[in-house]
């Protein structure tokens, strides 16, 4: 009784811990899109300026 409750309890903790890496791994790879688009508008403005001083 008390394996079947411990082996249950195992396979709780690996489910949750490879949930968690799954939803960082997600969060992640978002984050590194999110800075991304961010790069892109400020590169612009600094392409648009450099050629408004000339």
Known sequence: MNTQISTKL???????????VIIGGV???????????????SLAQTATAQHAAV
């Open 10 to 20: 195992a396979a709780l903790a690996v489910a949750l811990m490879m949930n968690s």
């Open 27 to 41: 969060a992640y790879l978002f984050n590194g899109q999110l800075q991304q688009h961010a790069s892109v508008p």
